[in-house]
C-alpha cells in the first residue's frame, strides 16, 4: 500500500513538472507532436528509473563510505549523461525515425533536471532501494502523464482558431498554467 500512495503522490499531487517546476525545458520543446512526446516520454522514464537506481547505488556504496558528499552532483550528472548515451545509441538503432523526431531534445536529457532532481531528492529523503525506485517510476510516470496530456493539448491547439498573437508558444504556456493549476486539485488527495 505504501509504494501505490508514492505512486499516486508522485504522479498528481508532487508531479514533478507540473507541481515541483522540473523538467520544463522537455515539456515546451517535446510536446508538439503525441508521438514525439510519448517516445520521449519513455527514454525518460527508462533513464529516470536506471539513473535513480544507480544514483542510490553509488551514494550509499560509494559517496557516503568514503566521505565523498561533495562530489555527489558531478557523479550523478555523470551517471546520467552515460545513461542517456545508452538511450541514444540504442534509439538510433531500434527507431531512426523517433531518433530524428526527437533531435536535440534526446542529448538534452543529460540536463533534464527532473532526473537529477529525482536522485537528489531520493538522496535526501533517505529511501531504500526499493522505495527509491518506486519513487522514480513514480516521478517518471509523472512526467509522462504530464506530457501527454500537454502534447494531446497542443495538438488539438493547431486545429483550432487561436488569435494570432496567441499562436505558438504563448497559448502553450497559457494551457501549462492551466494544466498545473488542474493539478493543484489532487493537492488533498494522499
Not at 97 to 109: E, T, W
Not at 175 to 182: D, E, N, P, R
Amino acid at each position: 500500500m505504501e509504494y501505490i500512495i508514492m505512486i499516486i503522490s508522485a504522479v498528481l499531487v508532487s508531479n514533478i513538472v507540473l507541481a515541483n517546476f522540473l523538467g520544463i525545458c522537455p515539456f515546451l520543446g517535446v510536446s508538439g507532436k503525441l508521438s514525439t512526446a510519448s517516445g520521449m516520454a519513455g527514454a525518460v522514464l527508462f533513464v529516470m528509473t536506471i539513473a535513480s537506481i544507480v544514483t542510490w547505488m553509488v551514494q550509499q556504496y560509494v559517496l557516503t563510505p568514503f566521505n565523498l558528499g561533495f562530489l555527489q552532483t558531478v557523479a550523478f550528472i555523470l551517471i546520467i549523461a552515460f545513461l542517456v548515451q545508452v538511450v541514444e545509441i540504442i534509439l538510433k538503432k531500434v527507431s531512426p525515425p523517433l531518433y530524428q523526431a526527437l533531435g536535440v531534445f534526446l542529448p538534452l536529457i543529460t540536463t533534464n533536471c527532473a532526473i537529477l532532481g529525482v536522485a537528489l531528492l531520493i538522496t535526501q529523503k533517505e529511501f531504500n532501494l526499493i522505495q527509491a525506485t518506486v519513487y522514480a517510476i513514480g516521478n517518471a510516470l509523472g512526467f509522462a502523464l504530464a506530457l501527454l496530456i500537454f502534447a494531446g493539448i497542443r495538438e488539438h491547439l493547431e486545429l483550432m482558431d487561436v488569435p494570432k498573437g496567441m499562436r505558438g508558444m504563448p497559448i502553450a504556456l497559457v494551457v501549462a498554467g492551466i494544466l498545473s493549476l488542474a493539478f493543484m486539485g489532487f493537492a488533498n488527495l494522499v
